[in-house]
């Protein structure tokens, strides 16, 4: 037993040193942009590595303070005016979570179609880039909500003025990280690329701003390009970082709306982003999507309980712990208890790393999730169905914020589900002979309100004297509406126009009015022995081959 927790932890080292140095900016930077006290945003990642990917069944998923909980927390705290109370809110969603998972709600994600997970991808991918641009150009004036607040969607400003503002010791920290993190992911490096290409670019990326310092003073970089973490000079000091909830805030229902808000969004930004990295997994493993929400509400039960900020599964720390080569979820546990190490024990050191370097790092991340060839494979593999809701979700995402844009997506994708739903009501043979026409309509095996347009169609263009055979032995439901439909022209319409009508397979329960049989029918029509031209299909054709 322990000998397997020493291999765990061999093996998931590496890849938890590139999250935590991915995540430790980001628990900093989205703790500042939401009015939160600096240190709630390194317990929050704290407890997401350690609480939730202990109790997490995921291998690849890893927790914190996620950019999309940013403006609620933000709202929050404003409208309470006290932080102390917010937690009572972050216990509240907590709670809610737990029971979510003890009642099983994870279904939820099941019924997200895959186009809309893979827009939500690309577009976090794009997202992380733009986002990532001014840290890459050494542009640091811009606020970090400003920066990292996803509901808010991209500050295009902001990199415009980037643009015009590049500082050439930091760009080329970046070019060179980049440089580094293709260059391993090379079959040119497969001899040598035993260490993650993340950990490689901060060593380089140190390296670079020592030699700045020594050789090229025109190039060091500022104090406001590198991380800053708090330094705590005592264990005393590091202890009164921590808050505790004022529970006067459970008698307030504002407290409780806020809650309800968190624990919504939160579990659905975790099951959207459990889908997505068991989409990226290669060995296709599954997540319990109801131990996830039981372990996202442990974590933001005690988030709540000492000072931390709400947290979800973030895409962003998954991808990059994916991409790291993590084995199974003790890299999220060991990211975690790095974050609480190195914040303890060496903060000033980690002061050291250039933001530059990690913004290489998140910019190759977001590529992998956004590359053309995904694009390409999506159009060509799902046609305009799955692809205008793919583009569509990228396009919200980006312009608002996830959870807003996936909801734009799954309204774009069930117009496209609704449509095809429409539109396969029936197959059908269509037997010409000279003197008249034989029509077998074989009803598909559920047929909605949606297909009654398409039905109502084919009964209208059927030829006057013409058999229609109206098979539904396949069919297992038929809505009210549609079998009223059918009645009306079985006991009216045909009447009216000669067509001489059998129904054949309708279950007793529709009340359908008694019609020959198919072999009755046929056997009636014995004295048409002219070899006839057949024609069969969907229904688009035997409405196209009336109309003609």
Request: aromatic content about 10%; proline content about 4%.
């Amino acid at each position: 037993m322990f000998s397997r927790f020493v291999k765990s932890v061999q093996v998931n080292f590496a890849s938890s040193i590139v999250v935590f140095l991915v995540a430790l900016p980001l628990c900093l930077g989205i703790a500042q942009a939401s009015g939160a006290p600096i240190f709630s945003g390194v317990i929050a990642g704290v407890i997401g590595g350690i609480v939730v990917g202990a109790w997490s069944k995921s291998s690849l998923s890893v927790s914190g303070p996620a950019a999309g909980l940013t403006a609620i927390v933000l709202a929050a705290v404003m409208q309470l005016q006290s932080y102390e109370l917010f937690l009572c809110a972050v216990l509240i969603a907590g709670c809610i979570q737990l029971v979510l998972g003890i009642l099983k709600a994870g279904f939820i994600a099941d019924y997200i179609p895959t186009s809309v997970i893979e827009g939500m991808l690309a577009a976090i991918g794009i997202t992380i880039i733009l986002k990532q641009l001014p840290e890459a150009f050494g542009f640091h004036k811009q606020k970090w909500s400003e920066l990292l607040d996803a509901e808010d969607g991209i500050s295009f400003s902001f990199l415009n003025e980037a643009f015009h503002h590049i500082h050439y010791g930091v760009l080329l920290i970046t070019l060179l990280g980049l440089v580094v993190i293709f260059f391993w992911q090379s079959r040119y490096a497969k001899k040598i690329n035993k260490l993650p290409s993340g950990l490689i670019v901060v060593l380089v990326s140190v390296l670079g701003v020592l030699l700045y310092k020594y050789f090229y003073p025109h190039l060091e970089l500022e104090q406001a390009h590198f991380v800053l973490i708090p330094i705590a000079k005592s264990i005393a000091e590091f202890g009164e970082q921590f808050v505790f909830p004022n529970l006067k805030g459970f008698a307030m229902p504002e407290v409780w709306i806020i809650g309800l808000e968190i624990a919504i969004v939160a579990s659905i930004e975790t099951l959207l982003s459990i889908e997505a990295i068991d989409k990226l997994d290669p060995h296709k493993k599954v997540t319990p999507t109801d131990v996830e929400l039981r372990a996202q509400g442990i974590g933001n039960i005690i988030n709540g309980l000492i000072g931390g900020m709400p947290i979800t599964s973030v895409i962003v720390r998954s991808s990059a712990n994916l991409n790291a080569g993590a084995k199974s979820k003790m890299s999220a546990i060991l990211h975690g208890v790095l974050l609480l190490i190195c914040v303890l024990a060496i903060p000033q050191y980690l002061n050291w790393i250039p933001k530059a370097a990690l913004a290489a790092i998140l910019i190759a991340t977001g590529y992998k999730l956004c590359k053309p060839a995904k694009f390409k494979q999506i159009y060509k593999e799902g046609g305009l169905s799955q692809f205008v809701p793919f583009i569509v979700t990228i396009i919200a995402v980006v312009a608002t914020d996830l959870l807003k844009g996936v909801c734009i997506g799954l309204l774009v994708s069930v117009f496209y589900i609704l449509k095809r739903n429409m539109h396969a009501p029936f197959y059908f043979q269509r037997s010409v002979y000279s003197t008249t026409q034989i029509i077998k309509i074989e009803l598909a095996q559920v047929v909605s309100f949606l297909n009654k347009a398409s039905i109502k169609e084919a009964l209208e263009l059927l030829p006057n004297n013409s058999f229609l055979m109206l098979d539904a032995r396949l069919n297992e439901y038929i809505d009210y509406d549609v079998i009223e439909l059918i009645r009306e022209f079985q006991e009216i319409k045909a009447a009216e126009r000669h067509i001489q009508v059998a129904m054949i397979g309708f279950s007793n329960r529709y009340k359908l009015k008694e019609t020959a049989s198919e072999t009755e029918l046929l056997s009636s029509l014995a004295y048409l022995d002219e070899l006839p031209k057949r024609f069969s299909g969907n229904h688009h054709k035997l409405i196209q081959q009336l109309k003609n």
